[in-house]
């Protein structure tokens, strides 16, 4: 079962570039009483600080940074860069905000600033590759746990598991209640048949979620959705391995929660049925593996012949089953 996926717009980002925009110079103009530069320099400063067109300034910021690398300007340029870049960012232009990044990077690969607004320009144009690249730059300064998951995701959109695993790791050792990172990590343990790490997580994720609070960038219903899903995933974890344990009861009391937060759950009906069946409970045995058969899973060849089992030793009328369960499930 797949769980809701949370989109989160650059609020993350952008929080982070404000707090970086407090190391820009608050003065743009230098005080030449206490910083040494030649009149040329400066003569080249106020033009790139006249220039509007921000492709044009950053033409002229970088050959200056070029020809100029430890000129006293180049403090008071990069400042004056930011704030053109800041400029396309308050109006949107992301598509323009990329290209001047790259070519300011090339010859002021350390500034924050841009690495961030670049990251946030990736994002916001839809390149989870250029994100991630960039994200891991900002985050190398700025370790955050919302950024973390915010290059988890790009990972995962581009199918780089190992990549995801290393950055899901990194969101939980600084937030160990990140219940989206919980469920995913449940749900990939149980699907690859890791029962042990499967059940540690998802008691992990029953733990977390009563507690959860929604993201301010996610809305109510997907935020219902995700909990919702986390639930029936982690209970139908645990139910499921109680059955295993031979602890029937423990496993009808998961399953049936399982059940409640996902009702198309067709392998919580599945061990529903062997449980009860197994606590001497014929009747909903019989009802849950009719669901787990309606369903037509991976489950439902085992579950139509235990239905015609137990259906023959009871004589209850098969027919009658079905049509109950096939009710339920509506």
Not at 141 to 170: C, F, H, T, V
């Amino acid at each position: 079962m797949n769980t809701p996926s949370v989109t989160y717009i650059s609020r993350t980002l952008l929080s982070i570039l404000f707090a970086a925009s407090l190391i820009l110079a608050p003065n743009l103009v230098p005080a030449q009483e206490k910083e040494e530069y030649t009149e040329e320099e400066y003569k080249v400063y106020q033009d790139i600080q006249a220039e509007k067109d921000p492709a044009k300034k950053t033409d002229m910021i970088v050959k200056f940074l070029q020809e100029k690398p430890k000129s006293s300007l180049r403090k008071y340029i990069t400042a004056d860069f930011n704030q053109a870049l800041n400029g396309l960012r308050a109006e949107k232009k992301w598509s323009q905000i990329i290209p001047l990044g790259d070519k300011f990077l090339d010859v002021a690969p350390g500034d924050e600033f841009t690495i961030g607004l670049m990251a946030a320009a990736y994002e916001a144009t839809g390149n989870a590759k250029g994100f991630a690249t960039f994200g891991e730059k900002l985050y190398a300064s700025k370790p955050n746990a919302d950024l973390a998951m915010e290059i988890a995701r790009s990972y995962q959109k581009l199918g780089n598991e190992a990549k995801y695993l290393q950055w899901r790791e990194k969101v939980l050792a600084s937030n160990p209640d990140n219940v989206e990172i919980l469920i995913d990590m449940t749900q990939k343990y149980y699907a690859s048949q890791n029962k042990a790490q499967a059940l540690k997580y998802a008691k992990l994720c029953l733990a977390a979620l009563p507690k959860a609070k929604k993201p301010a960038s996610v809305s109510e219903t997907a935020w219902t959705n995700t909990v919702n899903s986390g639930y029936a995933i982690a209970y139908g974890v645990v139910g499921s391995n109680a059955y295993e344990s031979n602890n029937y009861s423990a496993a009808i009391t998961n399953l049936e929660n399982a059940v409640k937060y996902f009702k198309r759950n067709e392998t919580a009906y599945y061990f529903l049925g062997l449980s009860y069946w197994q606590s001497g409970k014929s009747g909903p045995a019989m009802l849950n593996f009719a669901k787990a058969y309606l369903m037509k899973g991976s489950t439902a060849s085992s579950a139509k012949k235990y239905l015609d089992q137990l259906c023959a030793s009871s004589r209850a009328n098969i027919n009658s089953v079905l049509q109950k369960a096939q009710a339920d499930l509506k």
